[in-house]
């Protein structure tokens, strides 16, 4: 059972396949004291990407946007109500177990660790479980200590490891198989900083040396800043966004600002639009612009006009622009009602 | 299905190494367990007290209801782990976490939460069992000493079955366990007295319906050398391991069915 089963992979590179996928959820409200009301919600709304091998990518939202439905179809524990779906070139809900061997899955606020027992035996029934063989369980097992400094953790009963400590110990369990895969659901949520660096670290790592294939969700930017190439962004069931970090920027129409600082107080700058002062404190003034525009323009008109000293352009924080991004889809298109 | 015995070995193990570790609570418990199951049946022996017969059964006689139906029970309860609370998994989302490993899902269910502690059930059960099949008065011939083997065994599956039929409705339904227990624990005790006692209607329903009769009324009967409840031909005594893989196959359906349709959580 050991090494690559030969399965057929759709297109070359294409490791998971989403292709028009949707999950509608039949959802009951009580109306009255006995009349109940059906209507649909569409969880996940017709979204369609592939992610090649090893790539490192960050699926964000905000609450309720589809996130976890996603994964949870792309793991099997969902059918999905319409589209097509493939992971390694399985069909993840109807051949969930096949698939089981070659995906980890880390759940953030659930865990797979045996309260109980010593960290050590939650790894030795993987062991069995996955039919691990002897020789590749004990040098994996080996490196994700090292990696996930867990040495003097093993012999402690799960109960006692602090928030960090089990989540690290989770994400091991989830990659003693080698898995191809690896999807964790907000695998950072109420760490510390020092734990949230750790994890992410170990990711990149993982990702290096084994070309491990990682798909995470998370509300921690920061995630997505330090470990992810590429971001798809989910609302409302519809994929807005997918694409680099980087390039976020332009299409939530996010403004960067320069901060202009003069030899006296000034009224507001005479600017074009759509560039604008968006705030005055004594001599400095901030002047918003289209993000995908050149500052050069901006700097040369305002130098010319006005004594500058000093000048610098501050980039829109990736949070920001996020939740601008949000805000503008609920202005254009309010909720996706059925 | 050897794959998912092989999980329910490695899981129920693990279940049992957790329990280990609160060895006090262990013991306390398991006495405790043996203790409350054993009232029902002094509840028998006080009524014994009063009367000679109970619908014109003896006190072995229905001592031998009483063990059958608590053995046949204490095992599928033994055995079905954390069926009856599912819908709790499901509600915490931890149901999510046995879906994504390579072994059956059911075999996880059925050895999670697995506990020793529940032998309780079973050694009072069997105690009872052994003291009424010395006691009543039997006319033992092979077939017999075969059935009565045959019967718990048989019982225990119905009961099983019915544990899973129950699980997979509390995929649906998450709130579903006391509908179960009113089965589960209602049925074991009804037959823990003689069929006679019930209506007709009740009894037919747990004949023909929920097939519950074949635990032990109808076996018992046999052994006992009773008249069959509703009048059944001789053979339906030796048809309960019949009746019971009906019930698995048709509770393993239904299993089926609750889970490709499970809808998880909302996170």
């Not at chain 1, 993840?92 to 953030?108: D, N, W, Y």
């Not at chain 1, 190439?229 to 960067?256: F, K, Q």
């Not at chain 2, 999980?7 to 279940?15: K, L, S, T, V």
Request: aromatic share 8%; proline share 5%.
């Amino acid at each position: 059972m050991s090494g690559r089963m030969g399965t057929t992979e759709g297109s070359e590179g294409a490791f998971i396949e989403v292709d028009g996928v949707e999950k509608v959820f039949d959802v009951r409200r009580r109306k009255g004291l006995l009349r109940r009301e059906r209507h649909q919600v569409r969880a996940v709304d017709s979204i369609s990407f592939t992610v090649a091998r090893g790539e490192m990518v960050g699926y964000i939202g905000p609450n309720g946007a589809g996130k976890s439905t996603t994964i949870k179809m792309l793991t099997g524990i969902l059918t999905p109500s319409g589209g097509r779906l493939r992971v390694a070139g399985i069909d993840p809900s109807r051949e969930r177990t096949r698939l089981a061997h070659r995906i980890g899955v880390v759940f953030g606020q659930r865990t797979t660790l045996w309260w109980d027992l010593p960290l050590i035996d939650s790894y030795k029934l993987m062991h069995r479980m996955y039919r691990i063989p002897d020789a590749r369980y004990r040098e994996n097992l080996a490196r994700l200590v090292e990696l996930l400094d867990l040495g003097d953790l093993l012999e402690v009963p799960v109960r006692q490891l602090s928030l960090g400590q089990r989540m690290r110990g989770d994400i091991a369990a989830a990659l003693l198989h080698d898995p191809e895969v690896l999807y964790l659901d907000e695998p950072t949520i109420g760490l510390d900083v020092v734990s949230k660096t750790r994890v992410r670290e170990f990711l990149r790592q993982v990702n290096a040396e084994r070309a491990t294939t990682v798909l995470l969700t998370t509300h921690d930017l920061q995630d997505i800043e330090q470990v992810c190439s590429r971001v798809m962004v989910i609302d409302h069931g519809r994929l807005v966004y997918d694409g680099a970090l980087a390039g976020l920027h332009e299409v939530g129409e996010g403004e960067r600002t320069l901060v202009v600082d003069l030899e006296r107080e000034f009224p507001p700058v005479e600017v074009p639009a759509p560039a604008r002062v968006v705030r005055v404190d004594g001599p400095r003034q901030w002047v918003a612009f289209p993000a995908s525009e050149p500052a050069a323009g901006l700097v040369t008109r305002i130098a010319e006009r006005y004594p500058l000293v000093d000048l610098s352009v501050r980039e829109p924080d990736i949070e920001a622009v996020i939740a601008q991004m949000y805000a503008e889809r609920a202005g254009r298109a309010p909720t996706q009602s059925s | 299905m050897l794959e998912g015995l092989r999980a329910y070995r490695m899981i129920a193990g693990m279940w049992v190494r957790s329990g280990m570790t609160y060895r006090v609570s262990f013991v306390v418990t398991l006495f405790g367990n043996l203790v409350m199951t054993g009232l029902d049946f002094v509840g028998i022996l006080l009524m014994f007290s009063q009367v000679d017969e109970l619908a014109g059964w003896s006190l072995p006689e229905v001592a031998f209801l009483y063990a059958a139906s608590v053995t046949s029970f204490g095992l599928a309860h033994l055995a079905s782990g954390s069926m009856q609370q599912l819908g709790s998994r499901i509600r915490d989302g931890s149901f999510d976490v046995l879906l994504v490993r390579p072994v059956p899902v059911l075999a996880q269910v059925g050895g999670d939460r697995f506990s020793l502690r529940r032998l309780g059930r079973l050694a009072q059960g069997g105690a009872v069992l052994g003291w009424a099949l010395v006691a009543a008065d039997i006319d033992w011939t092979v077939s017999k000493v075969l059935l009565v083997p045959l019967m718990v065994v048989s019982g225990a599956a119905i009961f099983v079955a019915v544990f899973v039929a129950g699980a997979a409705f509390q995929i649906y339904a998450q709130d579903a366990a006391e509908v179960q227990n009113a089965f589960t624990y209602g049925g074991t005790t009804m037959l823990q007295y003689p069929p006679a006692v019930f209506g007709k209607d009740l009894v037919r329903g747990v004949t023909f319906v929920l097939p519950l009769a074949f635990v032990n009324w109808v076996p018992a009967a046999h052994v006992l050398g009773r008249p069959y409840p509703l009048a059944l031909p001789g053979w339906v005594a030796f048809a309960s391991p019949l009746v019971a893989a009906g019930c698995c196959a048709l509770a393993g359906l239904a299993w089926r069915t609750g889970l490709r349709s499970y809808r998880s959580v909302g996170s």
